[in-house]
């Protein structure tokens, strides 16, 4: 059932007002932020390399953590957001993310950049990144709420896009240490305006007074819990997606510029392709949304396993003859998928198992896709280091995207509960 006040929201309601389309830059701004310094380590990976001997599974394992705190973290962000507000968490993640990079420039010890670069940037780019972006916008949003949330998972892409060839920038012109320094003084710089933001107006909920910022809740049908969920085919195939998704992704992704750089590209530019794929994949998150509504969720998925596919394999091609069409088959094909399961699996997850444990339910599938990015990210270093190339990591990545697209084909449980929604 509707609010009363979000019934002109498609016209001339909360959603046109100047203090949501602020919440709504807020948000895709510190996800710029938070997912930006978190994936520039990929350009750190070789003159961290070159300078201490490390072997490239301990530093693509230091990406692995990120990854694995930022997703297992996801829930305390979110507990942060509800009890105390945007203020708080937004200001400890950017506290976080300049703790992390300012100790990280300081690094003489691997243990000190996994302590620095994984644990305390992971927090950092969880507290800036969606868990809080969602729940933020999803006051302002309600018959936009798709676009806005595909708007704000865009400051994900852009942050790609524009950090990791400017930390590249950075490390070329002062070195590494100077590179992490300037992006450490760069997000402590933003908290302090960050504090000082009107956080009562534009936490609050349209229509409702001042001191009840907290969302009131729909009464509806009592539907499954977490419980009934781990007896559900359909859940754990959604694991399945998201988990090897993720390893497929991770064993390549931490390694892309480094991969490109020792296939003869300038840094600069295997920095830009790497961005460049990160900025396409938000085309493919909002292309995804409009194709699941005309085709399906079966259909959609396949197509965007079958980008990634390809691009995957413009990466193995780079590597055995090192031409520029083969890297261009990456960015665009690899880009363009990047995140294209997310809206499919969210959407699937929140309709098959809807009722008041949705959250719950949702976020133990959020952490699998955590997991499964840990895991390949630490496989694609060790990969590489005991084979001493990068084949093995691509022919994994593609293994892992043949188990992953599995649960869309015809007949298995997800597809079963996904049919049923619609059975027309």
């Known amino acids: 059932m509707a609010h009363p006040h979000e019934a002109p929201a498609s016209k001339t309601g909360p959603e046109l007002t100047g203090a949501a389309l602020a919440v709504l830059v807020l948000a895709f701004s510190l996800n710029f932020i938070g997912r930006g310094i978190a994936d520039a380590f990929a350009a750190l990976i070789l003159p961290l390399e070159a300078e201490f001997g490390w ?9 692995a953590t990120y990854m694995l705190v930022s997703g297992l973290a996801a829930p305390l962000s979110g507990w942060i957001f509800d009890r105390f507000g945007p203020r708080a968490v937004y200001a400890l993640g950017l506290m976080m993310l300049a703790a992390g990079t300012l100790l990280s420039s300081r690094a003489d010890a691997i243990w000190q950049i ?25 006051r302002w949003y309600k018959a936009r709420l798709s676009t806005a949330i595909a708007v704000t998972y865009a400051g994900s892409g852009f942050g790609m896009l524009v950090m990791l060839p400017l930390a590249q920038a950075l490390i070329e012109y002062a070195g590494w240490r100077s590179a992490w320094q300037m992006m450490g003084v760069a997000a402590a710089a933003l908290v302090l305006p960050c504090v000082a933001l009107p956080w009562a107006r534009l936490a609050r909920r349209p229509g409702t007074a001042a001191g009840t910022s907290k969302l009131s809740t729909d009464s509806g049908p009592a539907g499954p819990g977490l419980r009934e969920a781990l007896r559900h085919g359909a859940y754990w195939r959604l694991i399945q997606v998201f988990f090897f998704t993720a390893l497929a992704s ?59 596919t390809l691009g995957v394999l413009g990466l193995m091609l780079t590597v055995l003859t090192a031409s520029p069409l083969a890297v261009g088959l990456y960015v665009v094909c690899f880009g363009l998928a990047q995140g294209a399961r997310g809206p499919i699996v969210s959407t699937l997850s929140n309709r098959i198992f809807a009722g008041p444990s949705v959250g719950t339910i949702y976020g133990t599938v959020y952490a699998s896709m955590a997991v499964g990015g840990a895991i390949g990210s630490f496989a694609g270093g060790w990969l590489h280091d005991v084979f001493e190339g990068y084949l093995p990591v691509l022919l994994l990545s593609l293994v892992s995207l043949t188990l992953a697209a599995e649960p869309f084909r015809s007949g298995t449980a997800l597809m079963r509960s996904a049919r049923a929604l619609h059975p027309h």
């Not at 392709?273 to 085309?283: D, E, I, P, V």
């Not at 409009?290 to 396949?302: E, M, P, V, Y």
Request: zero cysteines; aromatic letters at 8%.
């Open 114 to 138: 996994y302590l620095s670069s994984g644990v305390l940037v992971g927090l950092g780019a969880s507290a800036t990144g969606m868990v809080t972006a969602a729940a933020l916008v999803s």
């Open 55 to 63: 072997r490239r599974s301990a530093l693509t394992g230091v990406f």
């Open 250 to 308: 991770y064993l390549v992704t931490p390694q892309v510029v480094a991969l490109l750089i020792e296939a003869g590209m300038q840094p600069i530019l295997a920095a830009s392709a790497y961005g460049m794929a990160g900025l396409l994949s938000t085309a493919g998150i909002v292309s995804a949304g409009w194709f699941t509504d005309r085709l399906g969720h079966q259909r959609t998925a396949l197509i965007a396993f079958a980008s990634t």
